[in-house]
């Protein structure tokens, strides 16, 4: 089983950017759909990106148009570009293979990164 690690996460002013990284510990064949949660104070864990080879990227209607999955072959990574912060995006960010929450088994989340959106 591919274990993944997120990082890149930190303090932000609103309106600003910050691109987060899953890497892999394995080879992250691009059969996989990875997807990126994130998960704020007293809310549900929610997906918000979804990379496929066979759907190609959807995102949450709360980060369309402002963030953007991207795999990094090189880097052998999961990127998620975030521009136009907003306070309301702060939250520990996850990354894990599927993209349904639902699915996703306990032991396969790890630690995420933490993204604070403030002034």
């Known amino acids: 089983q591919v274990q993944l690690v997120e990082s890149g996460g930190g303090l932000v002013q609103p309106g600003g950017s910050l691109r987060l990284s899953c890497a892999a510990s394995?080879?992250?064949?691009?059969?996989?759909?990875v997807g990126w949660f994130r998960q704020a104070p007293g809310k549900e864990r929610e997906g918000i990106a979804c990379?496929?080879?066979?759907?190609?990227?959807h995102y949450a209607d709360s980060v369309q148009g402002r963030f953007a999955v991207s795999r990094d072959k090189d880097k052998n990574t999961v990127d998620l570009q975030m521009n136009l912060l907003k306070p309301e995006d702060t939250a520990v960010y996850y990354c894990?293979?599927?993209?349904?929450?639902?699915?996703?088994?306990?032991?396969?989340w790890g630690q995420g990164t933490q993204v604070t959106v403030s002034s």
């Open positions: 894990a293979i599927g993209c349904q929450v639902t699915t996703i088994p306990d032991e396969n």
């Open positions: 394995g080879l992250l064949s691009d059969y996989y759909r």
């Open positions: 990379i496929s080879r066979r759907d190609g990227t």
